[in-house]
């Protein structure tokens, strides 16, 4: 049929045959991101809740500067960013390179069991922390009665612990999806580089960060910016593990633009102009990683 | 090449397919909002009546699809609670309309207003189903923002004067009813008897006290036997607005302004919240989950709360006969404070996309409006308390209760409820709540009650718009 068609070189034809391919993902993009993207940067501009809303300009955009608990959560959010994101990847990148060893033994159910957590879904995961380390939870239970603790500890119930709770769990939950991450990346490089560097009587630690880590800089720039990009849009550990609390000490962005879009009086304008605050957060931090990150120029 | 005509075909149906989803949920988009009211609903039913009896036999043992005439569609969110009472609603009603049927989908209440602001926000009025549950304190705050989502029943024949006054203010707007009162939420408390008796306690000196007589008492069954009197859920200020509610005393000024910071009644609440907390009489727990094993499992000898509560109090079948019931404590020291206040509480509502309002008023009219026997059915299994008057005088409410020691709860209840303080919830309750409830976790961590009443005050403002 089109081998029949007049007029097309065979290039020409291959281009639009690869085209064609594209149409399905493009559709669905523009249908399902973009247009709802585009949609909510108008509604971005318009005050008012509900359906009683009316062009408002840039005064969405000021007010955010008003809001204390956005505030507060925009700190929360870099908070887990600063301390979390490093924690991760370092292990991630050291569970990487251990399982890359070809001598290792049963590597293929280690991987498994590293990468299982990111199986289990969200909220599943959130509330079984939250019972972990819950007044009565195992953790409490497991720690008086090896004499750490004198009496249960409320985790959930003070700023601090309550956020490194959901460190922890957040900790649990993607270090093995970064380190498949990695595994992929390290299976790119010759393993005759690394058998030349150990004839040249190179210890594992300078293998590890001569050869390892400068060849797994793209990589390691992907999941930098996956990564920065999933922790300032938190939602479930926020809404299920600590559900914000105490006192907002925990709440993150996304939360936050939850709460304010669906639990009280509906403000449209306003959130859109909070989801578009992140959208602009995650371009800037990812722009300067990428700068950072990329030396080949 | 047949491979790759395949493959074309195959993403062009894909494509189309694709496109012809986004047109047709494009398409009423646009049309839902400038119907409103319930003209759609009007329209539709005698077109669609004919056709429906015709088809009725034939699709009644295949179920009947969705959009049957006879079959209306409700969304509620507990199985053993509203649900089952819908359910035996619609079963009272099939006897005389047997062709009648209920479609009911379980929505939690939080999935309910996500799901509720999606479509109400995007004008997507199609999507509503013919009868929905709302809680009373999130009614105005639809009421206002959507108006045209319900539809006015106050002249479809449901003869509201038998409901109690004070719950039909959660369904009514400018003298219009807009809903069917449904449960009660009277303020019960809840205690363990024999555990107080080993206290030495007793429950009658629990009844018609203050908080201060409370803590007093619950310091010293704390001391003898270790359990707390009740607990809360961190997080959230439910506990400081039923005391307000129990005092009559508004968080709000008349005008619709937040009466927060200078307000001397709910400064006494954070007082007596702080107090209650630092000498342990109350527990709080983490989530909802933890808050109900605090009492059925042993933390606590007790729980105060609407009367809804008793189902996850009775689920502890094994400490059936040693409960009893009474009043809530009451402010000290405040002007018209009472041993009476009100937690959530629920109403029906027919939506403006129901497609045979006629019908669902009528099904209302018949059953929660109108048949003593429903609320006889599930009051003793459900603990569903009535607002509609008639219901009360039934035997079924002065029975006693065997896991209550043979107290006859339901009527104590029903007493409680009819002197509860009318109250005003406010467009803003859910606003308040939750930074009362920043400011209450603050306070007791040491934080000063009128700075923090302040910061609450801003923060409501704030999420006004002011």
């Given at each position: 049929m089109n081998s029949k068609r007049s007029g097309m070189g065979l290039n020409a034809r291959r281009n639009f045959e690869g085209w064609l391919f594209l149409v399905p993902a493009v559709v669905l993009i523009v249908c399902m991101s973009l247009i709802p993207a585009v949609m909510a940067f108008v509604t971005s501009f318009t005050t008012g809740t509900g359906a009683n809303t009316q062009w408002g300009g840039l005064s969405n955009y000021m007010r955010i500067l008003k809001d204390k608990v956005f505030l507060q959560s925009i700190k929360n959010c870099f908070f887990y960013l600063i301390i979390q994101v490093p924690i991760m990847l370092v292990l991630a990148l050291i569970l990487a390179s251990m399982l890359n060893n070809p001598k290792l033994k049963c590597k293929g159910i280690l991987r498994t069991c590293i990468f299982l957590p990111c199986a289990t879904s969200l909220v599943a995961y959130a509330i079984i922390f939250r019972t972990l380390f819950a007044t009565d939870g195992l953790i409490n239970l497991v720690l008086t009665s090896?004499?750490?603790?004198?009496?249960?500890?409320?985790?959930?119930?003070?700023?601090?612990?309550?956020?490194?709770?959901?460190?922890?769990?957040?900790?649990?939950?993607?270090?093995?999806?970064?380190?498949?991450?990695?595994l992929s990346g390290l299976q790119n490089i010759d393993y005759s580089v690394y058998e030349a560097a150990r004839i040249d009587g190179a210890s594992p630690?300078?293998?590890?960060?001569?050869?390892?880590?400068?060849?797994?800089?793209?990589?390691?720039?992907?999941?930098?910016?996956m990564s920065t990009n999933g922790t300032l849009q938190?939602?479930?550990?926020?809404?299920?593990?600590?559900?914000?609390?105490?006192?907002?000490?925990?709440?993150?962005?996304?939360?936050?633009?939850?709460?304010?879009?669906?639990?009280?009086?509906?403000?449209?304008?306003?959130?859109?102009?909070?989801?578009?605050?992140?959208?602009?957060?995650?371009?800037?931090?990812?722009?300067?990683?990428?700068k950072v990150g990329d030396k080949r120029d | 090449?047949?491979?790759?005509?395949?493959?074309?075909?195959?993403?062009?149906?894909?494509?189309?397919?694709?496109?012809?989803?986004?047109?047709?949920?494009?398409?009423?988009?646009?049309?839902?909002?400038?119907?409103?009211?319930?003209?759609?609903?009007?329209?539709?039913?005698p077109a669609d009546a004919a056709e429906a009896d015709a088809a009725a036999d034939a699709a009644a043992d295949t179920g009947a699809a969705a959009g049957g005439d006879n079959t209306l569609t409700v969304w509620a969110w507990d199985q053993n609670f509203n649900i089952y009472s819908i359910n035996e609603?619609?079963?009272?009603?099939?006897?005389?309309?047997?062709?009648?049927?209920?479609e009911v989908e379980e929505v939690s209440w939080d999935d309910l207003q996500t799901k509720l602001g999606t479509i109400?926000?995007?004008?997507?009025?199609?999507?509503?189903?013919?009868?929905?549950?709302?809680?009373?304190?999130?009614?105005?705050?639809?009421?206002?923002?959507?108006?045209?989502?319900?539809?006015?029943?106050?002249?479809?024949?449901?003869?509201?004067?038998?409901?109690?006054?004070?719950?039909?203010?959660?369904?009514?707007?400018?003298?219009?009813?807009?809903?069917?009162?449904?449960?009660?939420?009277?303020?019960?408390?809840?205690?363990?008897?024999d555990l107080l008796e080993e206290a030495g306690y007793t429950v009658d000196d629990l009844t018609n006290i203050s908080w201060t007589d409370f803590n007093r008492i619950g310091e010293d069954v704390l001391k003898k036997t270790g359990y707390s009197l009740f607990s809360t859920q961190a997080g959230s200020a439910d506990i400081i607005m039923q005391m307000m509610q129990s005092a009559g005393a508004s968080i709000w000024n008349d005008d619709g302004t937040p009466n927060i910071a200078n307000n001397a009644t709910l400064k006494t609440c954070m007082e007596t919240y702080k107090m209650l907390f630092d000498s342990g009489v109350m527990a709080t727990a983490n989530s909802w989950d933890e808050y109900i094993a605090t009492f059925t499992s042993g933390k606590t000898l007790g729980t105060i709360n609407g009367c809804w509560i008793l189902a996850s109090v009775q689920s502890a079948e094994d400490?059936?006969?040693?409960?009893?019931?009474?009043?809530?404590?009451?402010?000290?020291?405040?002007?018209?404070?009472?041993?009476?206040?009100?937690?959530?509480?629920s109403s029906w509502f027919i939506t403006s996309n129901c497609k045979n309002v006629e019908l669902a008023s009528d099904f209302f009219a018949k059953t929660f409006a109108g048949s003593v026997e429903l609320y006889e059915t599930i009051l003793p299994t459900a603990g569903a308390l009535s607002?509609?008057?008639?219901?009360?005088?039934?035997?079924?409410?002065?029975?006693?209760?065997?896991?209550?020691?043979?107290?006859?709860?339901?009527?104590?209840?029903?007493?409680?409820?009819?002197?509860?303080?009318?109250?005003d919830m406010g467009v803003y309750y859910t606003e308040a709540n939750t930074a009362l409830a920043t400011a209450v976790t603050n306070v007791v961590n040491g934080g000063n009650i009128d700075e923090e009443l302040q910061t609450a005050e801003d923060t409501v403002n704030f999420d006004m718009g002011n």
């Open positions: 090896i004499g750490i603790l004198n009496a249960p500890y409320n985790f959930l119930a003070h700023p601090l612990s309550a956020k490194i709770v959901i460190i922890i769990a957040l900790i649990w939950r993607w270090t093995g999806y970064n380190m498949v991450f990695y630690f300078q293998i590890f960060t001569k050869i390892t880590i400068p060849l797994l800089k793209p990589t390691i720039l992907l999941t930098a910016i938190l939602f479930d550990e926020s809404v299920n593990l600590t559900n914000g609390g105490p006192a907002n000490a925990s709440i993150t962005m996304s939360h936050y633009i939850y709460n304010q879009t669906f639990q009280g009086v509906p403000k449209f304008g306003y959130t859109s102009a909070m989801s578009f605050l992140i959208l602009f957060m995650v371009a800037v931090l990812a722009f300067i990683q990428m | 090449m047949k491979k790759k005509i395949v493959s074309i075909l195959l993403s062009v149906t894909m494509a189309g397919m694709l496109l012809a989803g986004c047109g047709s949920s494009a398409a009423p988009q646009a049309q839902a909002p400038a119907e409103g009211g319930d003209a759609p609903a009007a329209e539709s039913a609603a619609a079963k009272i009603y099939q006897r005389e309309n047997p062709d009648f049927k209920l109400l926000g995007a004008g997507n009025y199609d999507q509503l189903p013919d009868i929905m549950l709302m809680q009373d304190f999130a009614f105005r705050k639809y009421a206002m923002q959507y108006p045209d989502m319900f539809t006015d029943i106050t002249n479809s024949g449901i003869d509201f004067s038998q409901f109690a006054a004070g719950k039909l203010s959660a369904s009514t707007v400018d003298g219009k009813n807009l809903g069917i009162p449904f449960d009660n939420g009277a303020e019960i408390a809840c205690y363990r008897s400490q059936s006969g040693k409960w009893s019931m009474t009043n809530m404590p009451s402010l000290a020291g405040v002007n018209g404070a009472t041993n009476y206040s009100n937690q959530g509480g607002t509609w008057t008639p219901a009360g005088d039934s035997d079924v409410y002065a029975q006693p209760s065997e896991f209550f020691g043979g107290q006859a709860i339901f009527k104590d209840i029903t007493d409680y409820a009819s002197k509860v303080p009318q109250w």
